[in-house]
């Protein structure tokens, strides 16, 4: 049987090497999680989500010192390219194009949770000025809207 030496065994490695190895052993594997969480950038909500209900694509980025979100894509738009804002309140507004319009604006906080911002849902004409956005894990956003004590939110998946 071909064995290998342990420190404590080894011949040319003297006690306090071996307890320094054993020293440095053990905080590397105290620190390891920590070390690696340091490393590794904190997720975020930037960047191309997919509804998971709905099946659109919106894109999250930074407006000034808050996030937004815009419509990219999706079954309606696939279906009419040049869908317009026609459920909207506002008549003024009921001409504008859906694809590239702002339905999420000035979310405000981070990393993980974003508060105070508005959405918009130009299928159904609902908006809401007390959005939360809360990032689930990195490949997950939980977007909610809340209106008086009525909340509606919805699951976006991360597009890589």
Known sequence: MNRRPSL???PHISCRSRALVAVAIAALAALGPAAAAAA???ASVLGLW???DRGGTIELYNCGPAVCGRILDGPTLRANPDLRDVKNGDKALRTR????LRIFDGFTGGPTRYAGGSLYDPESGWGTSNGFLTLKDADTLE???CVAFFCQSEIMLRIR
Request: glycine share 12%; net charge positive.
């Open 8 to 10: 404590r065994s080894h």
């Open 40 to 42: 590794t950038p904190a």
């Open 50 to 52: 997919r509804s998971q």
């Open 97 to 100: 194009p859906v694809k590239g």
């Open 143 to 145: 977007v909610k809207g």
